[in-house]
């Protein structure tokens, strides 16, 4: 385990934590007036390889060399000039550290967004270390800048990371579908009126990043994911984006505890291990391998049965509802991909050089207009 300290006097900023994967939502932005919960478990902390944070630097002003050395193979808005190797905590599990009071002028609408830079210091020696993120529509965390402060081990020993098996066993899957807050409702805190059923936002970021890979591995063939729950999320936008035709590709869920894949499947959708990031090795190493959280793909590799429905009506007499509990239904609106994470892993991805991934992003737009993303 370690503690991240000041690299200006030493001094402790954070509990104990244990380095997880970085979750694919970490950047993505939900909906509008949505509040989001804290983006990571207690104790734990995760790294971004890539510069992430101000100050950006346009598209224009990059040189195509300089993108494409840094993994980036199509047009962006911007890119991050700031360090890489970001650290992202719960903010729970800071120490020692102050809200910079002069940062909450830094772009904020409903909290603090961290758009202008650092606005948190350490306590002792007044040296910014990193921001604090709790705006509308934005995973709560703290993100500390990876040139200002220091990671130190602890007394103790990490455990070691879970087999697949042991994550098996443990089940954690993450549900796909959740109530989202309602940011600033007048109808006070936790009345149930302050949240609307939603697809999960993970599972929308977890399908932006799949979504680009399924496109790749089609080679602009159609694709055809197995029925049910995958079919839902992922068979709609792939339809219409790549076309009709004969011999599609098609997709299977693979993984610990499942069956062997269909010989007729070239494409696998796979977990992630949650704390290493590795990628489950399928037994077919040919096929083109999908990534997906390890909780999304828990729930699509074996879904809990009864999975609640749309209802009409009102409740019978005598039935009592705890209005202090959000409702649990099923959202009414077909599933949709997060955009974002959809773009940033594509232009990540060398195939978005061809001609017809280029148009695909181009035309990303037109897409979200018509109810995809």
Not at 321 to 348: I, K, N, Y
């Amino acid at each position: 385990m370690f503690v991240f300290v000041c690299a200006g006097c030493g001094s402790e900023l954070t509990n104990p934590l244990s380095r997880v994967a970085l979750p694919v939502h970490a950047h993505q932005v939900y909906g509008n007036g949505a509040q989001l919960p804290v983006l990571m478990e207690s104790g734990t902390f995760a790294v971004e390889p890539e510069p992430w944070g101000p100050p950006w630097r346009k598209w224009e002003e990059i040189h195509p060399d300089e993108t494409a050395a840094r993994g980036v193979y199509a047009p962006v808005h911007s890119l991050s000039d700031g360090a890489p190797g970001a650290i992202v905590i719960a903010p729970g599990d800071a120490r020692g550290t102050v809200l910079i009071p002069e940062s909450r002028g830094g772009g904020y609408c409903c909290g603090l967004d961290g758009a202008a830079g650092p606005n948190v210091a350490c306590m002792e020696c007044a040296l910014p270390v990193g921001s604090r993120i709790d705006d509308c529509s934005l995973w709560q965390a703290m993100w500390l800048a990876p040139n200002v402060v220091r990671r130190v081990p602890v007394d103790g020993v990490d455990a070691a990371p879970l087999t697949w098996a042991e994550l098996m066993a443990e089940g954690k899957g993450t549900p796909p579908f959740e109530p989202i807050a309602r940011w600033g409702s007048r109808m006070g805190a936790g009345h149930w009126s302050n949240y609307w059923c939603s697809w999960s936002p993970q599972w929308e970021a977890a399908a932006g990043r799949a979504l680009a890979h399924l496109l790749v591995a089609s080679e602009g063939r159609p694709v055809i994911v197995p029925d049910g729950l995958a079919g839902e999320v992922f068979q709609r936008a792939l339809d219409n984006m790549l076309p009709a035709g004969p011999q599609p590709r098609y997709a299977d869920l693979a993984g610990p505890g499942r069956p062997a894949p269909d010989g007729d499947a070239d494409i696998l959708l796979v977990p992630t291990h949650p704390q290493t990031g590795e990628l489950w090795a399928p037994p077919a190493p040919e096929a083109y391998s999908v990534p997906l959280p390890f909780g999304v793909w828990l729930w699509l590799a074996f879904p809990e049965p009864d999975l609640p429905v749309p209802t009409s009506g009102v409740l019978p007499d005598g039935v009592l509802r705890d209005d202090f509990d959000p409702p649990a239904t099923r959202p009414r609106h077909p599933f949709r991909v997060d955009s974002g994470t959809f773009r940033r892993t594509l232009v990540r991805l060398p195939s978005v050089r061809s001609p017809w991934l280029r148009e695909i992003l181009d035309n990303l737009t037109q897409h979200m207009r018509a109810g995809y993303f």
